[in-house]
């Protein structure tokens, strides 16, 4: 059971603003989950919604079970610690932790055992009788903390607590802070936009940009596995190195080119497995970050790959003490003050920083297993850490597809021409119940969910499942609706579109029914709502008209809304449903068959027992119907 | 030493400016204090009781204030203008409070409509509109009394919510928001957060509303007029200037003022930083 | 884009440049703002018609219920259970209803004749005596018609508040959700809706005693209420704008000549008063409190105090006092004769530009104190660095009085110097007090004189024998506008300036 939980939060602001987009997240008991981001981000605007202190536009927040959108915050079982503390300043800290529970009606015995001991807890008992301006901003802080605990609640909300003090009680507070967690095993939710801080104190850390969800992980799989470059850039200091370079495969080996300097990195190709391939032929621009302790600046290192060295020239280090950090600039550049795009930084220990001054000229090489890759216009990772999609080159015979020493039978859906191929084949789309055999050498949890690394025909690819799969030898088959098959670079097959869209609305009609009623025969006028998707209309439930109207609000009726399902949500047959349409193409799977059905403008994919053809009709499951606001992109229900 | 010199002749020129500082500044102070000076003197002059060409008295006496109390109605006024005064203070510090509270903290449909409107209505000459209230206050009966003016004063105070709201906004807001979520609804947080905190303002805002009806010739004129029982001490003390009787009264003016003068003093003296921080809104940390 | 050029020029050359750019520009600005009178305009009659057509929409879209309630306020939501607002929205309605069938009425109907007849009057035979019986009284016609519009306002403001409450609960009903119960409104009125219950006292507080008199007063300006035309005995009349035009000197009439020379000279003196008294205040007040926090001088405290004393003293006593010090047989004249310095006495207060000049020294003596109260506050305030920096680069006193002081003290005290501006407009003690408004001469249409501000003459029209309430209307509306240009041009400018400077 989720401790606290949103789903597919919003928050618009009147003048259109999106502080907050599409935040959905799973929070455990006990967890110690950190928001953290730039200013603006709007980490804040999330805790002040959980809190209540701000209306939700969109979504659903839940605290333990109640879903707490219309609470007040007195009443959502939460208490928050201030940056600036608000403390009250006309009561003393005694009176100040006292008021929350004055006002839930507590006895007054209950009330002072519950400050002692919090006060015990937090080392200020001294201080009870005095008023915050006499106290120092630790002191002051270390109320305000008090304050919250003494409430008891399901969850601690901290909104950048630690900006206001200066370094050394900033780290002293925090492991403070840290052992409070421990102690009360309740859940925190911390704001800051430190990442050391978010680093340092969190189970879980929720990395924001512009209002959007970038990256939910552990601090260490953030700092080794980002998302995308912005997380890269965001966590650890000092910042990755960034640099633009295109990759090219040549056969085993894969070859780096900067693009602002000369320099050519040669880099064996069993590094880049999970690479996209498209970014492997040197047509497209990516960003490759390093961290700064991942660049070798150890001679013998460099004498052993020679093929993976770039020189620098040094600009100015910096002396931490037990080591050293060295500045300098791949292309020469260090009369320039401000970075430049060939800037570099790295970590060398201190004796051999001493031996480093500023001008010199030095060789570094770049460590194979830690390098990244961003796709330069998304700035997302192109070597993500759970691949998406492995690509294989094969043929086709007789309609079935060789690669890798595997085959598969092509159902009729994919029907191709003999010839050479290469086909897409997404991680998830593998089945350990098919027929063919690989080698499965290595396994590896990633969130929950398993990698598996398979072996078959000389070459490694990869499956995700969640099933706990042992290695060694397994038996594998193929999804077939999820595949891709390309044939010079043209598009053959597309995977099953499992995304449906269709275009609607919700809407209020009065109607005048004759009803029986004690045998006579009467004119009613009631009012019925129905929700239009496309041209089918359909009558709503209850539920789902209120959870429409909490989303959308009162204004939902007039607006466009944009309706998404999957396949499996919609049938298509006689008399399944009142969406009209005529079948375009009927795709056959073997064991599943789909139609493809014209609905206006847009095609339905949709699940079918027979063949059909002609006109048709769908029928929508409405429960598992995702409700967009089509012109502000939001999801209402 | 040249720099030794030079220091020397900075030094001489600043004491140089400061001594000119010093004179301006004794001249001022001695200009500021002769009127009071002169209206003590002539307080307890005993010859005559109307003007004269000399500050000093030749005879010390009390009488100007024996006849102010019994031979005129001047207690009365006295004690009018201290119940309107008190009165006043109470109610029209309960008024502006509610009004500059609601617009600081509270965010509403219509709140910067009104708070234009009250900065338009504002404009208009506060006694163009105390001709039409004159009328029906009138009609009422509530003229030629102090009721009527008490009215008045406490009536439209809302329309001063302007420094007391800028006072309410230099309070953090997360002070509410930390109450809020402590369990208090908006009322309890009025009257146990905020209004403790703002002290400077409340007193700053009594003492002012205190203050006012001893000054006031205006309303009070226009109100009182016809009943002389009924009149403040700003415009009674006045009769007693007016050609017919300055001649007898002029003495007795001046132990008038000298009796109002010290109370309103002290007590100016004692909240004097409040009425500060008041003025410069809160830019004083005071 | 980064305008190298304009950085490099001097201050004078950058005026110039500004100045030129104002005039090139002006044709399109002025134009541009032309063209969004209308679009405005257009906005705000479309949120006007809005009103209605909303209240139309809610109609169309209602059921029986909320249809009945466009008659019967409340009953919608009594039909729906909430009882408590249904109740009150009824009362209302009824006591209205009762209102305007009872009195309102009859006022209304009268409005735009202000009544036909004063009275009757009656010789009984038998005694001689004359019995009156009042009929129509113009003033109560005027007020009570005025309170009725309002009134029949709040009404209809009211009234469309239930209808369109009747359609947000109806759709709520429709929905299914649960509607506010009368414990939930009550509740409201502790925390969500605190505003208005807080609001509520002072707003009818300023209602009966700011708004309606205003309105009633600007109306008068358009009537002939003044001693002539003074109920219960006499009725007075709408005469449209010709107030105005006497007041313009427009009438050919010779007295309407007058009061347009009055009006004028009253009005341009009433400015440069409000000038003077200000800037002179805040500048001298500045350099005092400067004088006294000047480092190296000693007896801070005792220098304040004394200064202070003089404001704690109620004004009128200090000024009553200082008239008498100054008039024809004051202290003042006796001394300075006695001395030798005059050899007859000076008419300080009753000789023309002499009293000008006079009331302006003596508002100094008044308002000195408290300027350098305030300037003593903020100066305390301005932060040391400021100075420090200052000294590093080399300024002079006089360079860091005008480059750093000055501006920071006229940032923080824009706000104050325009409330003083526009108070001093309306400053009546110092000005009454001091002299009523004297010397009168026969160029002024009576009873204004030659120190009069708007204010005093105002007041006079209406304290005096004259009673001439129309005109002392007309100076009101005068004012006000006088105040709203005012304001207007300053707070926009002020605006500008803000987003400018940075002293944060």
Redesign the interface.
Known sequence: MANLSLKHVYKVYPNGTKAVSDFTMEIGDKEFIVFVGPSGCGKSTTLRMIAGLEDITAGEVSIGDLIVNDVEPKDRDIAMVFQNYALYPHMSVYENMAFGLKLRNLSNEEIHKRVLETAEVLGITDYLDRKPRAMSGGQRQRVALGRAIVRNPKVFLLDEPLSNLDAKLRTQMRSEISKLHQKLGTTFIYVTHDQTEAMTLGTRIVVMKDGYIQQIDTPRNLYNYPDNKFVAGFIGTPQMNFYDAALNRRGDTVEICFLNTDDKLKVPYENFLKVKPEYLSGKKEIILGIRAEKVICDPDYIKKHPEAVVSCTVSHTEELGDETLVYGDLAGKTDVVADTKTSVVFKVDSERGSEINAGDVVKLAFAFHSLHFFDKETDKSVSPRVPEVNAFDGTVENNVLKISGLEFRLPKALETADGAVSAEIPTESFTFTGDQKAACIERETILGNNLLHLESGGRVFFAKTDSDVKPGELKIGLDMKRISILKDSKILHKPLELKNVLYGSVNRKVVKKTVEENGKTRKKKSVEFSLAVANGEYQVPDEMLKRLVTGGGMGVFKKKLRFEFSPYAVRAGKAEGPITGSVEKTLDYGTERFAVVKVGDASVTAKTDAELSGDVRLGIDLNSLVVIDDKIDMIIA | MSRNNRLRSKKRA??AA?TF??I??IL??A???I??I??IFQAFRGESTG?????FPRQWSLKNFVSLFTKTEFLQWFANTLIIALVVSVFQTI?VL??S??LSR?R?RGRRF?MNL????G???????????Y??LK?IGLTQNIVGLM??Y??????GYYIAKGYFDTI?R??D????????????V?Y??IL??AKPIVIYTTLMAF?AP??D??FA??IA?GNTKSYNV?VG??TF?DKEH?VNY?TR??AG?VI??IP??????LL?KY??AG??GG???G | MVDLNYLKMTGFQKFRYRLGRFFKNLPKNTGAFLKRIPHKLGRGLRKFAGIFTEVFAVFKRGDWKTRTSFFAMGFGQIARGQILRGILYLAFELIFIAYMIFFGWKYLVKLGSLGDVALSSKVDPETGLTFNTYIDNSMLILLYGLLTVFFIIAFIYVWRQNCIQNGETQKLSELGFRLDSARDDIRAMADKQYHKTLLATPLLGILIFTVIPVVFMVLVAFTNYDSMHQPPAKLFDWVGTQNFATMFGVNSVATGTKFGFTFGSVLIWTLIWAFFATFSNYFLGMLVALMINKKGIKGKRIFRTILVMTIAVPQFISLLLVSKMFAEDGIVNGLLLSWGVISEKISWLTTGGLARVMVILINIWVGIPYLMLIATGILMNIPEDLYESAKIDGASPFRTYMKITLPYMLFVTTPYLITSFIANINNFNVIYLLTAGAPYTLNYESPAGYTDLLITWLYKLTMTQTSNYKMASVIGIMVFVVVAVFSLIVYNRSRSVKDEEDFQ
């Open positions: 600043e004491s400061n500082i010093y301006l500044l001022i102070s200009i500021w204090l009127p009071f002169y209206l003007m004269v060409n000399y500050i008024i509610m009004v509270y609601t509270m509403f009104l009250i900065l338009v209505l404009m208009f000459p506060g006694f163009m509109s105390m001709i039409a209230v009328f029906v009609l009215l008045i406490v009536g439209s105070s809302g329309m953090p997360a002070l928001e930390a109450a809020r979520i402590d369990g208090a609804n908006r009322r309890t009025f146990q957060i403790p905190m203050m001893w000054g010739y205006m004129s226009l007029f700003a003390l006045y200037l300055i002029f003016f001046c003022g109002i003068a309103i003093t002290i007590l100016f003296m004097q009425y500060v003025v410069t830019a004083v940390k």
